[in-house]
Structures are given as C-alpha cells and as structure tokens.
T-cell receptor
C-alpha cells in the first residue's frame, strides 16, 4: 500500500496566491526530501529535512518537518507561473534500508 | 559535470517483446537507484545498487525485470517479456554516498509504452 500520503493531488491557484502541499507518513521518517518535476521533465531535488521540527526556506518556498517526523509541508508564497509543476515528497523510513518512499505528488497549476 | 543519463528516452514496444533500459550515473557515484512511475501513480522504488552489488531489490515487481550493474558503472534494466502494465516512465538516480546529507540526482527518465 501507499507508504507516504500527499495532499492535495491537484491545486489550481491564481498567480500571486499562496500554495501548500502536505506529506504524511504512518511511521516515523529518518529524513524527507522534496522534489519538483516540470511537465515532461524529471524530478529535481529541492531540499532535505532531517531534524524534528526543522524549517528551511528557499526564497518563496518554506519547508517544514513535523515534530514527530511523520509529516512535512511545502509552502510557496505568492506563486508565479514558473512554479508550475508537480511537487513530490520522498521519505526515508528508519531501519528499512536506503530507499525513499515517494508521495503521489501535488500538481500545481498557476493561472496568470 | 554530466548528469545522470538514460537511454532510450522513449520506447514503444509490443507486448511480449523485450526492452533494455540503460542508465549512466554521475561519475563517482556509487549509489544507483531505479524508480518507476506509472501514469497517475506515485514514483515507486525498484532497486538500489551500491557499486555492482544489489543493496535492496525489494521494489522489483516480478521476475520479468532484471537489473544489472556490471563493473559498478552503468546499469541496465531489462523487461522480458513486457506486459501492458509495464508502461510508464523509468527513472534512474544516483548519489555519492548514502547518508542523511546526500542529494539524489535523477535522470530524465525512459518513457516506456507497451502496446
């Protein structure tokens, strides 16, 4: 079954609005990564979070890792058309080797 | 520095045929991963090589899939015989070391269509 849940599956926003995607795991994660995939492209690494409660920022993007290390979020402030794409989280579970379990992705459409 | 390269970028084959996908990781990366994304589904882990050894192949769907990494450089993923449900995009990724601080770099993917 699905190891890492991600919501929403789709999101349409007006340019300038904010956007958030959420990632949840039923078990504790050792770390979590976020990727962006443009239409027709391949996943591109954005960031990795390791510590409980960690918050990292990249310009208009804010990434959070929950205190229990079971959930994470990506928030984009004032979206731009260049933000269009699918955002994936990928979590690595403790004691399960080195594979990352990907969420189903959130497809973001920004309406100019 | 060259990124992860995959070949072919697109392939259309008939059910029952064989297809071999190739991945060249970033030079010096010991870790090589294969992932697959079927239309509308999540990206699923297939297997992980450390150099030439299979570290984890728990994600391989069945024995029609065979992955190799002879010499610890490039890797191939063979599907024989291909079935309709094998259609999707196959991503290869590599990383320098497996620890909490290492980035995984993805290739462009090999888009496979089985008809």
């Amino acid at each position: 079954g699905q190891q890492v849940m991600q919501i929403p599956q789709y999101q349409h926003v007006q340019e300038g609005e904010d956007f958030t995607t959420y990632c949840n795991s039923s078990t504790t994660l050792s770390n979590i990564q976020w990727y962006k995939q443009r239409p027709g492209g391949h996943p591109v690494f954005l960031i990795q979070l390791v510590k409980s409660g960690e918050v990292k920022k990249q310009k208009r993007l804010t990434f959070q890792f929950g205190e229990a290390k079971k959930n994470s979020s990506l928030h984009i402030t004032a979206t731009q058309t260049t933000d269009v794409g699918t955002y994936f989280c990928a979590g690595r579970k403790r004691n399960t080797g080195n594979q990352f379990y990907f969420g189903t992705g959130t497809s973001l459409t920004v309406i100019p | 520095e060259a990124g992860v390269t995959q070949f072919p970028s697109h392939s259309v084959i008939e059910k029952g045929q064989t297809v071999t996908l190739r991945c060249d990781p970033i030079s010096g990366h010991d870790n090589l991963y294969w992932y697959r994304r079927v239309m509308g589904k999540e990206i699923k882990f297939l297997l992980h090589f450390v150099k030439e050894s299979k570290q984890d192949e728990s994600g391989m769907p069945n024995n029609r899939f065979l992955a190799e990494r002879t010499g610890g450089t490039y890797s191939t993923l063979k599907v024989q015989p291909a079935e309709l449900e094998d259609s999707g995009v196959y991503f290869c990724a590599s990383s320098q070391a497996v620890n909490s601080g290492n980035t995984i770099y993805f290739g462009e993917g090999s888009w496979l269509t089985v008809v």
